[in-house]
């Protein structure tokens, strides 16, 4: 073995001091006791040492921590550091800022245990979903997901989507149950708690570090619960997400994901760097600081995360005035960041704070946020008739549809979607007045629809909709007011009728040809769109003749999602839904070759954030129900719409 290299000269200014003391060799125990000769004692002459930024780098080097330090001390360690890094940023000349020193001695590196396939299992708690628990309590097994084939990713999205729908319904179940509590009535943390005691929060067998499975860069949600419940962030409340030092080998924690919603006068944000200002110090809903922050809990784990290079899961707030959250907020997934700075001191309140500065990691998805500041600018554009580079029509209904549906190809010249007579919903026939159909009376509600409602009382189960217009629960068929019934438009139970909210696009795209995506936010069990085209009676004659050479959508062949839609009694059996009656089902065909709208540029995925919906209006024929397409999760803008048509490889009428 070679001989080590000798450590180097210490700065000259502690050379200095230790020339003004002399070192006394510690005797040999094993020796002859040498003679008690008295030291005279003198008082040391003044010694005026110069505070550099050198000086506080040496001493830097001196405070670093062993990991044979109780973690008290090793603690104190830390923030003293921190501490001479801030000091020695301030010694620097044209400093404006609090940049961090060279790293200290690193700490000992992660495992190899970190690069590991999750096991598919894993996903409700890693155990069974209806085994009832008091407490899932979380193993100490720290991953990071490698090495997932498509499959895979299918069967965690799938996973994600599940443990969301299970999410919405108990929070609107909940939120029906005390309707008159409002702000107070945290149904969303009460929904998560009930799903984390039923074993079904994703990936609590393991914490894992990097991204998690089935979770895209730009997914949306409107509650902080519900990224717990899928694995996204660790904490309901706390902005720093991270794993306790008990559960990591090495003894100290490690942030994971970080929650940044602009709170603190310090964060600064231009989306690929985030410098985010730690937690503590500050009254709540105020920006400015009260009191120093600390190096301890999330603000410890996240400079740990800077010592150890963990990549951090960064989730943005956004203020939203449609969001259901008394906040009004929606959190967006914006992918993984690195910690490439970690930083204390006076912050623009004048009290001590911690500041990290994130970087984001290169090659990942568009950023989420970003998505979100595109198209509005497209909705800007398009409501100032100004046409965007590569758009081929600003509304391909020409006014049909109560707002514009612009066109995108940015990839060849194909303006095939424009050859198509556009047609807002089906004309279907009309019933002869008298014969074997079974036709809905209408109502005679004046002022608006309740329970005493004739046509709501068809809804197997209470009310279809909620009071902001979204879906309550999937039924085999959902019976509106209609067109001979005495309520206004504005009624509750007229959503689909008042046409689309939301904006959408049609677009040309590699993956599936001619597209749908959304321009605006669309929350989960919002109305989006319906199917139009030529209704096509099929009968025993026809059959596939009538298949050859035309465009046809199959009403039966959709499977039965709306099963899925506001049905939590997989979790709580107290909301478990009521026993609908037997729905024959559509008796026609829908053909897109000459006429079509908007909904048949749907494409098809085996996990679809959409799904269809039928619906019969007042005294229609049963028998000729609309095809209404819902939004199965938040759908979040530049998000591309995709239902599941009932057949693998199964493709819209594009």
């Known amino acids: 073995m070679g001989s080590s290299p000798p450590p180097p000269p210490p700065p000259p200014q502690i050379a200095q001091l230790l020339s003004q003391f002399p070192v006394i060799p510690k005797p040999d125990p094993d020796g002859p006791i040498p003679p008690q000769t008295p030291i005279p004692i003198a008082a040391p002459p003044p010694l005026m040492l110069a505070l550099t930024p050198e000086l506080c780098d040496a001493l830097h080097r001196e405070l670093a921590p062993s990991p044979d330090d109780d973690a008290f001390f090793a603690r104190c360690l830390r923030q003293s550091q921190l501490h001479l890094e801030a000091l020695a940023a301030q010694l620097r000349p044209n400093s404006s800022a609090a940049p961090s020193l060279p790293l200290p001695p690193p700490l000992p590196p992660l495992p190899p245990r970190q690069e590991m396939q999750l096991p598919r299992d894993s996903g409700a708690g890693g155990s069974d979903p209806s085994a009832t628990k008091k407490r899932a309590r979380p193993a100490a097994e720290m991953v990071r997901v490698a090495n997932l084939t498509p499959a895979d990713h299918l069967h965690y999205r799938a996973l994600v989507r599940r443990a969301r729908l299970t999410f919405e319904a108990l929070r609107v179940a909940y939120q029906r149950q005390e309707p008159s509590a409002g702000a107070r009535n945290r149904v969303d943390l009460r929904a998560s708690s009930r799903m984390l005691s039923a074993g079904h929060w994703l990936h609590r067998e393991v914490r894992i570090v990097g991204d998690i499975p089935g979770v895209l860069v730009g997914d949306a949600f409107y509650y902080r619960a519900e990224l717990c419940v899928v694995g996204l962030h660790t904490a309901p409340q706390a902005g720093i997400g991270y794993i306790p030092a008990s559960l990591v080998n090495e003894g100290h924690p490690v942030a994971t994901s970080i929650v940044s919603s602009g709170g603190y006068l310090d964060d600064e944000d231009t989306g690929d760097v985030l410098v985010y200002t730690g937690s503590g110090g500050r009254q709540r809903n105020r920006l400015d600081h009260h009191a120093d922050q600390t190096l301890e809990r999330g603000n410890l784990a996240l400079h740990n995360s800077y010592l150890y290079g963990v990549e951090v899961r960064v989730i943005r707030g956004h203020v939203c005035d449609q969001s259901p959250n008394p906040n009004r907020k929606v959190y967006v997934y914006d992918g993984l960041y690195r910690v490439v700075s970690s930083t204390f001191g006076p912050g623009k309140s004048g009290h001590d704070v911690c500041k990290f500065k994130l970087a984001r990691l290169p090659g990942q998805e568009e950023l989420g946020s970003k998505s979100w500041h595109t198209a509005k600018q497209l909705n800007d554009a398009m409501d100032s008739r100004i046409r965007p580079p590569r758009y081929i029509s600003l509304d391909l209904s020409k006014g049909a549809e109560v707002l514009r549906v612009p066109v995108c190809n940015k990839l060849d010249d194909d303006r095939s979607p424009l050859l198509f007579e556009y047609t807002v919903r089906p004309e279907f026939p009309v019933p002869p007045a008298h014969g074997p159909v079974r036709r809905q009376r209408g109502c005679h509600c004046a002022s608006g629809c309740g329970s005493k409602c004739r046509c709501e009382r068809k809804n197997?189960?209470?009310?279809?909709y909620n009071e902001d217009g979204t879906l309550v629960m999937g039924r085999p068929v959902v019976y509106e007011c209609g067109a001979l019934c005495g309520c206004p438009m504005t009624c509750v139970n007229r959503v689909t009728q008042r046409g689309m909210k939301h904006r959408l696009e049609v677009f040309r795209s590699n993956e599936t040809g001619w597209g749908v995506r959304a321009l605006d936010l669309i929350p989960p069990g919002a109305f989006v769109c319906e199917y139009g085209g030529d209704v096509v009676i099929m009968d025993d004659h026809s059959g596939n003749a009538l298949m050859e050479d035309?465009?046809?959508?199959?009403?039966?062949?959709?499977?039965?999602?709306?099963?899925?839609?506001?049905?939590?009694?997989?979790?709580?059996?107290?909301?478990?839904?009521?026993?609908?009656?037997?729905?024959?089902?559509?008796?026609?065909?829908?053909?897109?070759?000459?006429?079509?709208?908007?909904?048949c540029y749907i494409s098809h995925s085996c996990t679809p954030n959409v799904f269809l919906q039928f619906v019969v209006r007042g005294n229609e024929d049963e028998r000729y129900p609309h095809l209404m397409v819902f939004a199965m999760e938040t759908i979040p803008p530049m998000r591309e719409l995709s239902i599941d048509y009932g057949i693998d490889g199964y493709l819209s009428a594009s």
Do not use: C, H, M
Request: hydrophobic share 35%.
């Open 460 to 464: 197997t189960g209470g009310l279809a």
């Open 550 to 599: 035309r465009s046809i959508i199959d009403p039966k062949r959709f499977p039965e999602r709306w099963k899925e839609w506001g049905d939590g009694s997989a979790v709580d059996p107290s909301i478990r839904g009521p026993q609908f009656a037997e729905f024959a089902g559509p008796g026609y065909l829908l053909d897109v070759s000459q006429k079509r709208n908007v909904a």
